[in-house]
């Protein structure tokens, strides 16, 4: 008996799914392959935007970092009174100057910034390289699960309908002992955890679904049917995926970028531990009891006492 059953839902399965496999799907308006849903992904979704705006921020900070800085003017005005010793005015007047300076940087200091700021570039455009790519590789991993999915879905409700069928056939003939009853159970035991795997099957499709079209920058309930795509595979060999993965993993190249950073941000705090200085001219012209007019050139250099940047150069070895 048991063996009668088990040939009959093997040929129940092996009659039911050929067919299945045959059916070519329907041409529908929003049936997409995976590499066009790529491609709207790449091009709709937010974060692709953030990473770019990214980029263009690192891009101002280079052209920051290679400004040199404005000069400063300061004027002073006032009122002067000139007195001799025994007390007695001797003169009274305005008394005013002018003057200009400007901001000399330490040699080598703006090179290391922008040094500095071309890295961040390049740390930008490799994590959004890295990112457009793990975006397209899950783009592609979601659409190949909705296929595979709705295959399932099709392939198990397909063959639970022929089993409910057959289900029903057996229910109409004249019950002879408990052999018929039995195997009517069992087929519709089958039939239902058939339609438990379709329906787990649907739900799988329908939470890819929403996770691609969040993905593509849409609302989590469009429609949208996956069409299938042709997958080429290439053999490689294991030594030329190492050394592939030694050259172009995103992690590497990311590190790599970030110890050359630090280097110039190490150099950039040394190089800070000596003072900018302020070179400029003056004009200062006094009419009291004579009329007294001053010009030359000024210099200022802050005196690095008690501030070496030790702070700042420790930090970042540390970093």
């Not at 590497?252 to 110890?259: C, F, N, P, T």
């Not at 070179?279 to 010009?295: H, I, L, M, R």
Request: with cysteine; hydrophobic share 40%.
């Amino acid at each position: 008996m048991k063996q009668n059953i088990l040939k009959l839902i093997l040929c129940l399965t092996i009659t039911g799914v050929p067919s299945l496999m045959a059916e070519k799907p329907s041409r529908i308006a929003d049936q997409m392959t995976p590499e066009v849903l790529v491609r709207q992904a790449l091009e709709k979704n937010p974060e692709v935007n953030f990473y770019a705006t990214g980029i263009a921020a690192a891009k101002g900070a280079l052209k920051t970092a290679g400004t040199i800085r404005n000069p400063e003017f300061n004027a002073q005005a006032g009122y002067k009174n000139a007195r001799d010793n025994s007390g007695g005015l001797s003169g009274e007047g305005a008394a005013w100057s002018l003057s200009v300076s400007q901001t000399l940087e330490y040699p080598g200091r703006i090179a290391l910034r922008k040094a500095i700021a071309k890295g961040d570039i390049e740390l930008a455009e490799l994590h959004f390289e890295q990112f457009r790519l793990t975006l397209a590789a899950r783009v592609r991993k979601l659409a190949c699960s909705v296929l595979i999915a709705q295959e399932k879905s099709a392939a198990a409700r397909k063959v639970a309908d022929r089993f409910q069928t057959l289900s029903e056939v057996l229910a109409q003939r004249e019950p002879a002992g408990v052999t018929p009853l039995l195997e009517t159970r069992i087929i519709d035991g089958n039939a239902l955890t058939l339609h438990r795997q379709a329906r787990e099957a649907t739900l799988a499709e329908q939470t890819a679904l929403a996770e691609l079209n969040q993905l593509r920058g849409q609302p989590a309930n469009a429609r949208l049917k996956v069409s299938g795509a042709e997958l080429e595979f290439v053999q490689v060999s294991l030594p030329a995926l190492l050394n592939a993965a030694r050259t172009n993993s995103f992690d590497i190249r990311i590190r790599d970028a970030e110890l050359t950073q630090q280097g110039f941000k190490v150099s950039l705090s040394k190089n800070e531990r000596y003072p900018a200085i302020a070179v400029g001219p003056f004009y200062s012209q006094e009419n009291a009891a004579d009329k007294e007019q001053q010009a030359g050139i000024g210099v200022s250099v802050p005196i690095p006492f008690w501030d070496r940047n030790a702070g700042n150069i420790e930090a970042n070895k540390q970093a």
